[in-house]
């Protein structure tokens, strides 16, 4: 079992859970994932690696609730345990001196861009990070992507805070008019990252994404995480998780990832009439 | 010369109807009066030639002939000198192509049914109550001081690593995933393997003191380099031929789609034949297609028609007496209900507006001249392509090994099909204080053969760190 040290609320819906795992912290990069395993039951999800403690021995991880396993997640405190965490998995970012990075974060994958964002400005790159939600309650995170960008652009869809807007209008403003940007990272819902690719395609700026296709084991043994990139299928959890934005074939990846909606429905009405038992 | 018994003993199994619907155990194993019926069978032949036919030379005739004489801890001791795992090998070795292959009494067509009186004998072992059981023939040696690290839960580990602790070797074994038993626990499905005999098995290697990591996954929570660096005197590699091979063809990216390998673990592993009981999902099809006819492809038939699937064909581009699965399995797999589409190799698959595949597009086949293997080679009828509608399809075309390993760590040498270089008898390879067994270095085999190769390792390691 892996204690939950610490559970923070970061919006009404997305959680940031320190966990004990010493092995994994020891070897933590920024772009890796784990996989966890809520329990016995439970289904074997990806979590994107946001932070590591080398020296207490914790890996946190920032989730959002949207089904059954990430509501299952929900349910629990510090001091709480779970079955399984494994990793970290996955190629971690590839971090050199490019120059200026523009990072592209939409949703809850602020906790994942920060650690990339702040390993790119220790590799002296100039970094301009963009943070994007639907609204305001959705934000967090936002003083800690400062304090590791050089710049902070934040946009909110219906305009509640920040600039009112897309996160692909101020990305191309600063690829277009800027025209120094030497690279793109984008992480956040397929939807967001395939526009930023959509983007930045015209000007030639390399946009590296973080892909998050439906995985079983997470070490290449099961192919269900094979998504297709520049016209070759690889498996997203040991060939990526990062690849160019620009080969990606992002209606495979869209359409795969829907492969069980009607289950996922399915589980999640069960839980949420278990869950109304419980509460009462 | 007394008369030659050639009524074998069969075993009872579940009716086909019923047991296509439920995933428990489909041979239900033999009486204690059926077990000491066959084991009489046994004419205890001079030269033993039945042991010839096992690759890890169980004492056979002693323990048949224990079993005969109804003395069935003497029949667990002999079994068990030189197979540590016989509830597994009983239930899932080739025997017809080992053992009973060169059994006397196969010449007159009735061998031996030695499989089953393995499995009857471990059972019995299991089942029984512990006083009843033989105690461990050789105390355990005094600690070694010394540490090794068992990579890989499967056969292989599991023997390598029993066979080290009994040695006196401080033993760790790491895991990948959540559950210890490789193929044993995620491939091999319950109605032919039933998990709580692994678990069992398992629980055996841990009472030795072996101490089992899940969630470990060596390559990236430590290269080899660094697990020597850390402490362990020498490392066995048991992790297996893991990586699924797809055919490169139009069309394999579309839902429904899936390697045997993942359609196994979501039902085996994960327990997607109890969803929603269970979180993992897995897709039922109405008309789901096999690509493939090794073990691996009828237990995904089976496995699928057990989910509720109206229809289960196997597409397979040679014919019948090519088939690589075990012919048990295979009669099992026919009175179950699962077609055979032979002579039949896919072209493409088809999907729908929502990327969801809906039929196959196939050649028909037929056999050339014979190829490296000694097979006919299938070939392509010209203008001989034709539909076939499919909701799920599963490809079982073989596996690889996982290059994760041979990635992050110098000097381990490794064949163009990606298999580790080392040793045949002892295992070793090209990189120094590291061995290697099983599939990982034959490719896909069989059980008692990475069992086979975990135990010679396990002697040859013993014989490194003493010296
Ligand atoms: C490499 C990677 C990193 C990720 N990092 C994060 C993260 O840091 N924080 C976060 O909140 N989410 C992350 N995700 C997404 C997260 O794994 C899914 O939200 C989660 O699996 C949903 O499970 P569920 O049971 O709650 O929802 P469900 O109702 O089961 O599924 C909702 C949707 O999530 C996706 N999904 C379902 N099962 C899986 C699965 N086994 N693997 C991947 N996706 C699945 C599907 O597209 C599905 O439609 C990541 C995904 C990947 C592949
Ligand atoms: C569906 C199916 C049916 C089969 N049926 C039969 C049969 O009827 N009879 C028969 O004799 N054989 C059968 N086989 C073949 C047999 O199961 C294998 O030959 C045997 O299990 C190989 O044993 P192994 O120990 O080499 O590897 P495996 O059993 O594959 O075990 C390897 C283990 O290593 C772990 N691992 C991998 N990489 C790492 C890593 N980097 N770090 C940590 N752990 C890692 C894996 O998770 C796995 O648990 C079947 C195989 C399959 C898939
Ligand atoms: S281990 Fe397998 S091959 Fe050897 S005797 Fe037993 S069944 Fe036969
Ligand atoms: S070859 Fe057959 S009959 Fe002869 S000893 Fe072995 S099992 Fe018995
Ligand atoms: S998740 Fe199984 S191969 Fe990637």
């Known amino acids: 079992m892996y204690k939950i040290l610490e559970r923070e609320d970061l919006t009404s819906n997305v959680h940031a859970y320190r966990i004990e795992a010493p092995a994994v912290a020891r070897k933590a990069r920024p772009g890796q994932f784990v996989v966890i395993r809520v329990d016995e039951n439970g289904e074997r ?47 971690p970012t590839e971090i050199e001196h490019y120059g200026t990075v523009v990072c592209v974060a939409g949703g809850f ?50 305009g509640s805070y920040g600039r009112k807007g897309l996160v692909t209008e101020p990305l191309k403003e600063l ?60 498996f997203a959890c040991v060939d990526g998780p990062d690849f160019d934005g620009h080969q990606v074939d992002w209606d495979l990846l869209l359409a795969r990832q829907r492969t069980y909606i009607d289950e996922e429905k399915l589980s999640f009405e069960q839980w949420l009439q278990k869950h109304a038992a419980a509460v009462k | 010369m007394p008369k030659l018994n050639l009524n074998r003993v069969e075993m009872p199994r579940q009716e086909p109807k019923k047991r296509g619907k439920n995933f428990q155990e489909v041979a239900m194993g033999y009486t204690p009066g059926m077990a000491k019926e066959e084991a009489l069978r046994c004419i205890q032949c ?132 959540h559950v210890p ?16 005999i692994v678990r069992n098995e398992v629980d055996y290697v841990a009472s030795l003191g072996v101490d089992i990591r899940l969630d470990s996954v060596v390559g990236k929570l430590a290269t080899l380099d660094e697990l020597l660096g850390d402490g362990f005197h020498a490392v066995f590699l048991g992790t297996g031929a893991g990586l699924p091979m797809f055919m490169n063809i139009p069309g394999e990216n579309l839902n429904g789609i899936y390697s045997a390998n993942e359609f196994l673990t979501r039902v085996n592993l994960m327990k997607a034949y109890l969803f929603p009981q269970y979180d993992t999902p897995v897709k039922i099809g109405k008309k789901v297609s096999v690509i493939g006819a090794g073990n691996v492809a009828m ?22 007496e090519e088939m690589p699965a075990r012919k048990e399995e295979l009669e099992n797999a026919e009175e179950e209900g699962i077609e055979f589409k032979l002579l039949t190799n896919p072209k493409r698959f088809i999907g729908n507006d929502k990327n969801w595949v809906t039929a196959l ?26 539909i ?6 599963i490809v079982a075309l073989g596996t690889t090994p996982n290059p994760l390993i041979a990635q992050t760590s110098k000097g381990l040498e490794t064949t163009h099909h990606g298999t580790v270089v080392a040793d045949e008898v002892t295992g070793r390879t090209k990189k120094p204080g590291v061995w290697a067994g099983g599939d990982i270095v034959t490719g896909a085999a069989t059980v008692i053969s990475a069992m086979g190769a975990g135990k010679r390792a396990a002697a040859d390691i013993d014989k490194y760190l003493r010296s």
């Open chain 2, 181 to 196: 038993g490789g193929v044993l626990m995620y491939g091999i499905p319950e109605f032919r393997l039933p998990k709580e």
């Open chain 2, 299 to 320: 237990d995904s038939a089976r496995c699928a028609l057990r989910l509720g699937a109206e229809e289960v064909n196997i597409v397979y581009r040679r014919s019948r």
């Open chain 1, 45 to 91: 999800i990806p979590l994107t690696i946001a932070d590591w403690d080398e020296q207490e021995g914790s890996v946190t991880v920032a989730v959002q609730e949207v089904g059954t396993t990430t509501h299952r997640l929900a349910e629990l405190k510090t001091g709480d345990a779970i079955a399984n965490f494994v990793g970290p998995l996955g190629l």
């Open chain 2, 361 to 386: 597009e196939c050649y028909q086949m037929e056999l050339g001249e014979p190829d490296a293997s000694g097979r006919r080679r299938p070939v392509v009828k010209p203008g001989s392509e034709f």
């Open chain 2, 46 to 177: 001079p030269k033993r030639p039945c042991m010839t036919g096992c690759p890890v030379m169980v004492d056979i005739p002693d323990f048949v002939k224990a079993l005969s004489e109804g003395n069935l801890p003497e029949a667990v001791k002999a079994l068990k000198r030189k197979n540590a795992l016989p509830g597994i090998c009983g239930r899932v070795c080739p025997q017809e192509t080992q053992c009973e292959a060169v059994c006397t009494l196969a010449k007159k067509g009735a061998p031996v049914a030695i499989g089953r009186l393995e499995r009857f004998v471990a059972d019995w072992e299991r089942t029984s109550k512990p006083e009843t059981s033989p105690a461990p023939e050789t105390p355990p040696a005094p600690p070694s001081g010394k540490k090794v690290a068992v990579v890989g839960s499967g056969p292989a580990g599991l023997t390598a690593a029993a066979d080290l602790a009994k040695l006196g070797h401080a033993v760790t074994m790491f895991e990948a995933l």
């Open chain 1, 175 to 234: 690829i277009s008019v800027d025209k120094k940007v030497d690279r793109v990272i984008a992480i956040g819902p397929s939807i967001m990252m395939k526009f930023c690719a959509l983007t930045s395609k015209p000007f030639g700026v390399k946009t590296v994404v973080s892909l998050n296709p439906i995985m079983v084991d997470g070490t290449g043994m099961c192919g269900c995480c094979r998504v297709s990139v520049g016209g070759v299928t690889r």
């Open chain 2, 388 to 393: 076939m509608e499919t909701d799920v399809v």
């Open chain 1, 109 to 158: 994958a602020v906790a994942v861009v920060y650690p990339i964002a702040r390993a790119l400005r220790q590799a002296g790159n100039k970094v301009i990070s963009i943070l994007g939600a639907r609204n305001k309650s959705l934000l967090f995170w936002e003083d800690e992507l400062r304090s590791v960008s050089d710049e902070l652009i934040v946009t909110t869809d219906d």
